[in-house]
């Protein structure tokens, strides 16, 4: 009876973190994919907030952005194209055992105005660091992607 307890309280505990696990990783998905939409609306105000406070991006070829400021000033510039719309999908999100921080990786689809002033399309894949804040809400610490070729 002894062993029978102990297994169903050892399952019972590994249920409990498998469905915060899960709610965590819902959450994630549920911000990535409000990010994605505030990127599509250019809303630079409502786009940052999704940032941890002490973000870094690691565009390709470019420098290291590693402020608010940064990351903003980059942003608006993409924001300023006409033709800027990104179609991402969030694939893989694994929480941390400590339940505080995630990464992510995905693919985009972006369009945006070519060297030559006409529509152009470009693909790439991403990784990203999230953050658990101390409200709960999940920010963006680091991100980084890469061009298809």
């Not at 990783?25 to 250019?42: G, H």
């Amino acid at each position: 009876m002894k062993t029978a307890m102990i297994v169903f309280l050892l399952s019972s505990a590994m249920c409990g973190s498998a469905t915060a696990q899960t709610a965590d990783e819902q959450a994630i998905a549920q911000t990535y994919n409000e990010w994605v939409a505030v990127t599509n609306d250019k809303d630079i105000d409502r786009w940052v907030a999704f940032l941890a406070p002490d973000a870094l991006f690691l565009p390709p070829d470019s420098k290291a952005l590693n402020t608010h400021d940064d990351i903003r000033q980059y942003y608006l510039t993409l924001f300023a194209d006409p033709h800027w719309n990104i179609a991402c999908q969030q694939l893989d999100v694994e929480i941390a055992k400590s339940g505080d921080m995630a990464w992510a990786t995905g693919t985009c689809e972006a369009t945006f105005t070519g060297a030559d002033g006409d529509k152009a399309r470009g693909a790439s894949k991403w990784a990203k660091v999230w953050l658990k804040q101390p409200g709960g809400d999940w920010r963006c610490r680091m991100n980084t992607w890469n061009v298809k070729p």
